[in-house]
Each structure stands twice: as structure tokens, then as C-alpha cells.
């Protein structure tokens, strides 16, 4: 196993230039998974430059595939589609793409996940995904601007020693981006604990721990994501709202729930968005960010989520101060995203959002406005 070099330059001399002020406001986004961002027709070219075959051969096809009957529905597709990623170049391709999509809508910081062991299982070498995914986010900063950094994630149905293997290559690759490690795959029936030595060997090279948690599974698999996994952040943990005294826990401990209304909604986590938890629990001090999950397969982007988000009531600032708080970033990156958000005129931004929410709404399909409104008044009367 070769130790990793330094990045090789782009084929194109990139244009450098910061985030530039979006009428919606800037963004930060920390739970993409980076293969499910991929949009249809790039899947499609993909795959044939790579020799492998997909359940459809259209973008029509695509997108009827991805009509998810439930969660495990999802990962069934989510893994019979993004094995088509097979070459470092496609990983380079997959970081800047979408680094390029996202500060289309206005984001300054990404924290990308990747799934590395669905890929070594099907043959590719692991050194090539980790160097991509790496390169990718320097070119994504050269290009657009967009802070990248990234956190593989271990799947839930993985050995705990492929789980430590994962663990080592974030370990290895630590200078170069990676800065923390995630859980994710089926939570139903795979809870954390077993996981906890890949977690703790990460945490003594300084990598946070990030885990899916409360998505689909209750408080406990909320409580061992944080006990037995010393979470610093959770993806999703919507259901935690379940537990007063988790949310409590949360608040106090100003852990930062990831939170994507869309994806819950698609692989129907949640019965509908209206009765999302994302505003109970801002409204009861847990920090709460928001962010796409895996945009390409649920429909949806960042201006959309944030339409949808603005439309359950919750308010653009404090998603933004959520994502400051939750970044797993050097102190300084930290600064100039704080000092981003005191620059913003926010009363503005959330003029914007308000007045894009119902076309998000409608866009992807929510059941209802007339709740969105009511859950809207709600949160105003907590304020
Ligand atoms: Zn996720």
C-alpha cells in the first residue's frame, strides 16, 4: 500500500475565485454522499465508458428506478447504480461536478462521504478512490471556490475488520482532506456498537466520528451512536425528537443533526413533510444543518432543500449556523464561514427562501403546504 503524493495538477488551468454572495444566501452542506449526486445521464456515460451495465438504459429509466418503496428499497438501487464509479478519474469528476452544482446554489463548504469498500468488493483498488476523491476536492476549491473535505463512510452490513481497513485509509489520507469517518447503509437490524474499535482507532488519529443515526431506527440507535461511537455530529438523527431527554442531551451538548427533509420524504423515513421533526428540533436547541443526502436519487438540490426547509419554517441563519458549528474544519476555514454569515443580510435571504418555498414544496411532491404553513405559524409562536 503506497503512501499517498501529492496531487498531480488539473489537465485544465483552473480559474480561482471565492464564493461570490447568492441571492439565497451562502451554504454549507455536510451530508452529500458524493456517489449519489451523480445526475442520470452522467451515470449512463459511466457506465458505458467503464464496461458495466445498469437496470436502465435511459434517463427516463433512471429516474423511474429511483421511485423508492421504502429505505432498504433505496440502498438495493443506490448499490446497483454506483458501482459504475470504477476509475480515480471518475471520482475526480464525481467531487467537482457537483462542487460545481452546489456553489451554483450558493454553497461555501462541503463535507462529501463516499462509500469505498461497495467499490473494493467489485475490484477496484482502493489507492484510486481515496487519490480521486482527494484531488477532487482541491480542483473543486481551485475552480469554484467551494471548501471540500470529505468522510468515507463504513457500511453497516461491513466486517468489523473491513470497518478498521476503512477506518486506516481515512487514517492514511488525513493531510489530504478526510476528516472524519461516517456509518451508513441499513440502521434497522445493524446497530453501531460492534463498529466502535474502527471509530475509536479514527478518533486517536484526530478523525471525528460523523454517523448515520435516528434515521429510520429510535433514540437508542441515537444513544449508541453517541456512546459508543463518540458522535460529533449525527446524519439525519430526526428521530431523537422521540426521547425528550435525548433531544435535552442534544442541545446541551450542541450536537449537530444533518438534516435532509427530502431524502426522509423519498425513502419515506417520514410519512410526510409536514410533520418533519427539522423545526421541533431547532426550536428545542439542537443545531440543525441542512443538506441534500443523495440529490441525484431524490430529486432534489440544495436551492430545493432550502426552499422546503424555508417552507417547514425553519430560518436560513441558523441552518447556516448549524453548519459552522458542525464543519469539520481547521480554525481558520472556521473563521472566514462565521465571518461569511455576518456579512450576509439574512432578513433578505429568508424573504428569498419564504418566497421560494412553495415552488420547492411543490416540486418535490409534499402532500400538503397548508401544514408547511401551520408548522410555520408554530415555530413563530415558539419564538
Ligand atoms: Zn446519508
Not at 454506483?82 to 457537483?98: I, L, N, S
Not at 481515496?130 to 466486517?159: K, N, Q, W
Not at 481558520?332 to 418566497?355: P, S
Amino acid at each position: 500500500m503506497s503512501e499517498p503524493a501529492a496531487a498531480g495538477a488539473p489537465a485544465d488551468p483552473p480559474t480561482p475565485r471565492g464564493p461570490a454572495p447568492h441571492p439565497t444566501g451562502p451554504k454549507i452542506e455536510l451530508h452529500v454522499h458524493l456517489e449519489g449526486t451523480v445526475r442520470p445521464a452522467t451515470l449512463l456515460a459511466m457506465a458505458r465508458r467503464n464496461g458495466e451495465t445498469l437496470p436502465a438504459s435511459t434517463v427516463e429509466g433512471l429516474t423511474e428506478l429511483y421511485r423508492f418503496r421504502d429505505f432498504d428499497h433505496f440502498i438495493q438501487v443506490w448499490i446497483i447504480t454506483t458501482h459504475v464509479m470504477r476509475t480515480e478519474a471518475d471520482f475526480r469528476q464525481v467531487v467537482v461536478e457537483y462542487a460545481a452544482e452546489a456553489a451554483a446554489h450558493g454553497a461555501v463548504y462541503l463535507e462529501g462521504i463516499f462509500s469505498p469498500w461497495f467499490r473494493v468488493a467489485r475490484g477496484v483498488r482502493v489507492e484510486e478512490i481515496f487519490h480521486g476523491y482527494a484531488d477532487g476536492a482541491i480542483e473543486a476549491r481551485e475552480r469554484y471556490g467551494v471548501e471540500v473535505r470529505l468522510t468515507p463512510d463504513i457500511d453497516r452490513m461491513l466486517s468489523v475488520e473491513d470497518a478498521l481497513e476503512v477506518a486506516r485509509w481515512a487514517v492514511r489520507f488525513a493531510e489530504r482532506g478526510l476528516v472524519g469517518i461516517g456509518l451508513g447503509g441499513p440502521e434497522s437490524g445493524h446497530p453501531p456498537e460492534p463498529y466502535a474499535p474502527a471509530f475509536a482507532l479514527a478518533a486517536d488519529a484526530g478523525l471525528a466520528a460523523v454517523p448515520h443515526a435516528g434515521e429510520t431506527e429510535g433514540p437508542g440507535s441515537v444513544r449508541g451512536a453517541l456512546d459508543a461511537l463518540g458522535a460529533r455530529r449525527l446524519r439525519h438523527g430526526i428521530r431523537a425528537l422521540e426521547d425528550p431527554a435525548l433531544v435535552r442531551r442534544l442541545a446541551d451538548e450542541q450536537i449537530v443533526l444533518d438534516v435532509c427533509p427530502v431524502s426522509n420524504l423519498r425513502t419515506r423515513s417520514v410519512p410526510d413533510l409536514a410533520g418533519h421533526s427539522l423545526v421541533a428540533l431547532g426550536a428545542a436547541g439542537v443545531p440543525c444543518s441542512l443538506a441534500t443526502d443523495d440529490p441525484a436519487m431524490f430529486g432534489t438540490d440544495l436551492g430545493v432543500e432550502h426552499g422546503v426547509a424555508a417552507g417547514l419554517g425553519a430560518r436560513s441563519r441558523d441552518l447556516y449556523a448549524a453548519g459552522v458549528l458542525g464543519a469539520l474544519c481547521d480554525e481558520t476555514t472556521r473563521d472566514r464561514l462565521r465571518r461569511l454569515g455576518e456579512a450576509t443580510d439574512w432578513d433578505a435571504v429568508e424573504r428569498a427562501a419564504l418566497a421560494a418555498a412553495p415552488g420547492a414544496l411543490a416540486a418535490v411532491g409534499a402532500a400538503s403546504t397548508d401544514g408547511a404553513a401551520d408548522a410555520r405559524g408554530g415555530l413563530a409562536g415558539a419564538r
